[in-house]
């Protein structure tokens, strides 16, 4: 018997930066499922429960805080890995409010389209596949 691949949500409301992530997961062998809003990928917990989600802390037509609540209320216990573009102060308050909820917060990626390499993102991939090593009994390669 195997074990099922490893499972992630992607909640951007940018769709460049969910094919970014996208294509990163997809590389590793992850499933994923991609979201522009959270309204409909909070709902999908109920369907299936990834081992990381990737969050925006901007998103357009919901607020990040409403989306850690709504985590917190279906006892999310994979890892929340959140992005920006900026805004540290904005990072910073859903930071306190997802780890006061009980959630798992992996350190954020500087989520832009660009060239701009970012050694954070090294870090969450190295959580996402000790979390799926640890959920699933095998390592995840590049």
């Given at each position: 018997?195997?074990?099922?691949?490893?499972?992630?949500?992607?909640i951007d409301d940018q769709e460049a930066i969910c094919q970014i992530v996208a294509?990163?997961?997809?590389?590793?062998g992850v499933?994923?499922?991609?979201?522009l809003t959270a309204k409909p990928a909070i709902a999908s917990l109920d369907e299936r429960r990834p081992e990381v989600i990737f969050l925006d802390?901007?998103?357009d037509q919901s607020d990040a805080i409403d989306v850690l609540k709504?985590?917190?209320e279906k006892r999310y216990t994979g890892i929340v890995q959140l992005m920006s573009g900026g805004r540290p102060a904005l990072l910073e308050a859903v930071q306190?409010?997802?780890a006061r909820n009980g959630l798992l917060l992996a350190d954020f990626v500087q989520a832009r389209v660009g060239p701009e390499p970012n050694d954070s993102k090294q870090g969450a991939t190295s959580q996402f596949r000790?979390?799926?090593?640890?959920?699933?009994?095998?390592?995840?390669?590049?």
């Open positions: 018997m195997t074990a099922a691949a490893p499972f992630a949500l992607i294509t990163a997961l997809a590389g590793l499933e994923f499922a991609t979201y802390v901007a998103l709504g985590l917190s306190r409010i997802g000790e979390r799926a090593r640890m959920s699933h009994g095998r390592s995840i390669q590049d």
